[in-house]
């Protein structure tokens, strides 16, 4: 066993309103400069929808994260190391400016100097790359709130695959169903951007496992852009570097929280330390189909078990970091009560950023002709959970996002959040709690406990709470690990020695 410490960031989808502060938030902080106009580092779509890039999810066509061969092992679903030096010059998979946007501004200055006229002066939309006068037919968040659903929602790829009477469902333009899903770089585990890298520039801090890119090394061949399967590396043609979300490591060493988790407004967004073993990971990547999603969840590992914690203290991990795995939140809802996965765990890279799916129906609807369950029947839930299957979001295209199609995982994750509302809208509205809701939360796999912890991280969480950062001691890691961007202390894939914390 190999325990090393992950940084991780989990999503609400439950609570996200779309507001997309946390995109210019990061779009201040990192990607407002030149070279970096199409850049969102972190980016919110609307679901259902092809989002950004466009349809990144196509790996038939962007040929990102891992495939598993006949033999049962690992390879880059981009190309093998020979195909890999053949495509140095030209690769076929690379998004090209059109899949993101030409970036573009307008030319404010006419508003200005505009000679009279008896018709309103315009400010013309011109290029940011050419500075040529151009029509805009795109942007970042061009399909938001089901804009243009007849070309967008219609085209998702995650839609493929589902039953035909869901797609239809899905793609009725006249049904206004929708969900936001934020994303940044998922920092995973096995990340196929790093493998990809010809020169070894991109690789993963064993401290806190965020990816970086290191710019020295960079020579400017983007195979890291073609190979990352959610399209999170972006190439600045500017400097000719390859850039990504870094996760905002200069403030999380000083005790802040990410500045689109910071910025949150409705403050879906948690961070937590998750220890796991690396002795895992290729086996987890490398699983079946219908193990791979347990697969990779078992990598994480527990942080009250005893030997886990001997074995991270022999790893070099730090007390507080220990500490700080046993209070995070993402520990809390990733493992303790199994509500929040991976984002399309099929693509093998074992993504570290973390999401709890949407319950979509309004749950006073699924509660009405409810309020007393029939416990004569001996199934207390299958009239109420058995609503599920009729929610406006279908289950299928949950499990096609997060569960590698299994649905009896999402159904899971939905039932015990239904029960957690039920639960406690009985107990505020009602003022009891009857023998009924008891047996719908033992049917949900819960219990009172877990559904008062549940329901104060979701809904009254301080910022402490939502935000559990370790202390990272770099006054002193510094003096121990070099400089990672003076090209020394790179070990085996990507990874660095671990610095001795707290030392």
Not at 99 to 117: C, K, R, V, W
Not at 477 to 503: C, M, N, T, W, Y
């Amino acid at each position: 066993m190999r325990v090393r410490a992950q940084m991780s960031m989990l999503f609400h989808l439950d609570k996200c309103i779309g507001c997309h502060t946390c995109s210019v938030a990061c779009k201040n902080t990192w990607t407002d400069r030149e070279g970096a106009e199409y850049m969102w580092w972190n980016n919110v779509e609307t679901r259902p929808g092809t989002g950004y890039p466009t349809g990144w999810e196509d790996q038939d066509h962007y040929q990102g994260g891992w495939r598993r061969d006949e033999k049962g092992r690992l390879r880059l679903t981009l190309h093998s190391k020979a195909q890999g030096l053949g495509r140095l010059f030209f690769n076929p998979a690379m998004p090209e400016l059109d899949d993101y946007y030409e970036p573009f501004t307008f030319q404010y200055g006419d508003l200005f100097s505009a000679p009279p006229s008896d018709q309103q002066p315009t400010a013309r939309p011109i290029s940011m790359v050419t500075g040529d006068e151009m029509e805009i037919a795109s942007g970042p968040n061009w399909d938001d709130d089901l804009g243009g659903s007849d070309v967008y929602a219609r085209n998702d790829p995650s839609l493929e695959g589902l039953h035909p009477e869901v797609q239809e469902q899905m793609q009725e333009i006249e049904r206004v169903v929708f969900n936001y899903l934020p994303r940044i770089c998922n920092h995973c585990l096995n990340p196929s951007c790093v493998a990809a890298c010809p020169s070894g520039a991109i690789y993963k801090r064993a401290e806190d496992g965020i990816v970086l890119v290191n710019e020295n090394k960079c020579r400017a061949w983007r195979m890291c852009v073609a190979a990352c399967p959610y399209k999170k590396v972006y190439y600045n043609w500017s400097t000719g570097k390859s850039e990504k979300c870094i996760l905002c490591f200069p403030r999380m060493e000083t005790g802040q929280a990410p500045a689109c988790a910071h910025s949150c407004v409705g403050r879906i967004r948690y961070m937590g330390v998750l220890l796991y073993d690396q002795d895992r990971i290729t086996d987890a990547a490398a699983a079946p189909d219908d193990e791979l999603l347990t697969a990779q969840l078992d990598a994480i590992l527990d942080p009250w078990d005893p030997e886990v914690v001997l074995a991270a203290e022999c790893a070099g991990i730090d007390s507080g970091w220990v500490d700080a795995a046993r209070r995070s939140p993402a520990w809390k809802f990733v493992k303790e009560w199994g509500l929040a996965l991976p984002l399309h765990p099929e693509f093998r890279t074992v993504a570290m950023m973390f999401y709890i799916p949407p319950l979509s129906p309004v749950v006073s609807t699924i509660e009405r002709g409810l309020t007393r369950l029939d416990l004569s029947s001996g199934d207390v839930d299958f009239e109420l959970f058995d609503a599920l299957e009729k929610a406006r979001l279908p289950v299928e295209y949950l499990a096609n996002l997060f569960s590698n199609g299994d649905v009896e995982v999402i159904k899971k994750v939905l039932r015990k959040m239904l029960a957690v509302r039920i639960y406690k809208r009985r107990q505020s509205v009602d003022g009891t709690i009857d023998d009924a809701t008891l047996a719908l939360l033992d049917s949900a796999d819960t219990n009172p406990e877990e559904v008062e912890d549940i329901y104060r991280l979701t809904t009254l969480p301080s910022i402490e709470e939502r935000f559990v950062l370790p202390p990272y001691h770099r006054e002193t890691s510094i003096e121990q690990l070099d400089d990672p961007l003076s090209h020394k202390g790179e070990v085996g894939a990507g990874f660095l020695q671990p610095p001795r914390r707290g030392a």
